[in-house]
């Protein structure tokens, strides 16, 4: 895709991001609510839907393979907070006046609270170590687990098990208050340096028009110390922030890496759902490469390349990390689906929940932190259409680039691609989504049909210009 993407022009132009954070330790959504202290995560099911702004869905609702059941996905981190306490609809802390920013196409419910006017997010997810057998079904607990485990149970968890998982991984994940000029809410995030480099998402630290700079940033930590934070970068088009606390000798997560990941391993997500900080679940990884489309009020869309999960993610656990049965972490929460939802409400997990891969995550982290708060991202420079229920699989090209990626390795308009690399390619979202997997400058192998007659060819992806 060529310049204008996600940031204006076509929604569906291919950016992959780079960068990422270097593993610091041993390895390497946010939920708004509309004034009244409900949620607007999401919007009436009508297509799939990833993340959308506080009951605002993206122009372009295009699910991950072309469909169009209904579903409702948005942001499960931010969450806005209410005077008169919890909000059915929306995990986290209360909230008062708050609305949600992401969702799927099919309706994502936004994972972070938000206190007052419009905030949105998935939620934090930190993973703890499951083993096999443990993560067939999904469950959670609170910080802190079964409320008759003492330390001396915790010391002797089995190895492997969720339980030392959980002990292990939660002093590194956070929770995260932010007040902007508009609004206040709360998502989740994961200590990245030992020197308070912490990870979240963009939509967690935004403002309601998704563009917003936070005036004051509020982390939490597991042994119940605060810290104030500062804004390093943020990035709407991957969902990525980076905020700094000025404290030493932090308990940095072991990041892993999401390559080599399987459907059905086991997983676990940590972190501030409703604002119950701590929180545990666990469960399997449901698909990999979901295209997850995510909009917000400012109508910035992207979309995200994203691990699918039942592990029960709600608004307040944006930012959060999702981790293998090692406890390496594999992707941060950020969106999640749900039935139903309307402009108004913001419905709870159905065990739909999406993260963006941890080697992506990383690589947009480590831009943002090293390149003065900006990142990259990858681009095809070409322009997709929206699929129909009855269109052949595949991305259908509406615009190539003059003297772009696409153009010259041959690449003409009206050309549908089929696969990239050995991935295939079943619509626009999953063509953009499976070229933000990628940097500038990496080389891809695109399958396209031109003519009547499949074709292949090799493209140098070039970086994406936004506005």
Known sequence: MTGGGPHGGNPYENDPQTGGFPAYGSGHGDSQQSPGGQQGYGAPPTQQYYGPPAGQQPNQAWGASGSTTPTDHSFSGFQPESPTGFDSSDPGRSTSSKKSRGGLIAALVGGALVIGLVAGGIGGVVGAKVSDD????????????????????????????????????????????????????????????????????????????????????????????????????????????????????????????????????????????????????????????????????????????????????????????????????????????????????????????????IDQAVRVANELRNNGGKATHASLGVSVRPNSPASTPGAVISDVTAGGPAAQAGIAKNAIVTKLDDRNIASGDALVAAVRSHAPGEKVTVTYVADGQTRTASVTLGTLTTN
């Open 134 to 357: 443990d993560s067939t079904s999904s469950s959670s607990a609170p910080l802190g687990g079964d409320p008759n485990t003492n330390s001396q149970n915790v010391a002797a968890a089995p190895a492997g098990s969720v339980q030392e998982v959980a002990a292990k991984t939660l002093p590194s994940v956070v929770s995260i208050d932010v007040v902007s000029e508009t609004e206040a809410g709360e998502g989740s995030g994961v200590i990245l340096s030992d020197d308070g480099y912490i990870m979240t998402n963009n939509h967690v630290v935004a403002g309601s028009s998704g563009s917003g700079r936070p005036s004051a940033i509020q982390v939490n930590f597991q042994d119940g110390t605060r810290a104030s934070a500062k804004l390093i970068g943020a990035d709407s088009i991957s969902d990525i922030a980076v905020i700094k606390v000025e404290k030493n000798n932090l308990p940095p997560i072991n990041v892993g890496t999401s390559k080599n990941l399987a459907v059905g391993q086991s997983v676990i997500a940590i972190g501030a759902p409703l604002g119950l900080q701590g929180t545990v679940t666990t469960g399997i990884i449901s698909a990999l490469n979901r295209p997850v489309s995510t909009s917000r009020d400012g109508g910035t869309t992207s979309v995200i390349d994203a691990i699918q999960t039942d592990a029960a993610i709600n608004p307040g656990n944006s930012g959060g990390a999702l981790v293998n049965a090692r406890g390496a972490l594999i992707g941060i929460n950020t969106a999640i689906a749900s039935l139903g939802a309307s402009e108004q409400q913001q419905s709870g997990s159905i065990g739909l929940g999406f993260a963006i891969p």
